[in-house]
């Protein structure tokens, strides 16, 4: 069933924002909240490609991947309750920011960068972009990177903490800007 708030129809839902900002935890968290099905981008690339997100930059390049994956989130758009956690980079590409604007909630979860650094630093996914980086290399990176990215993120329709992630806040927040 289609979540209607305010006589608008909220059929999927977009979070975007850096590696790092807790993009899976907030799906988990609003897939129970909303009993919506969940989605990550990677991991639909990897089961459809049959390769992991990591050997694929490895054996290819990012060319490559950013257009498969603009396909792939396309094709998004026949899930209905759906929350769909996208790469780092999938709103910088193509026209992917202002197709998940037009055809769903996008909700930027925004970080610093040093939180995004200790986050990457202590995670068990392995990162093309970042693999062996020294942690102070990592920091400039993400810095320089992060602040590129921002004018894509800052389309968002909602922008949250990242910090302290709450669902509730969330789903208050998009229920807010449905009622605006």
Known sequence: MTRLINNYALKRIFLIGYMGSGKSSALKQLGKLLSWETYDLDRLFEERYKISVQD????????AFRKLESQLLKETVNYENAIIATGGGTPCFYDNMEWMNANGTTIFIKVSPKTAVNRLINSKKKRPLIEGKSEQELLEYVERHYGERMPFYEKAHITVKGENLDAKEIL???????NA
């Open 56 to 63: 694929f930059f490895h054996k290819y390049d990012e060319t």
């Open 172 to 178: 208050s927040l998009i229920t807010l800007s449905y």
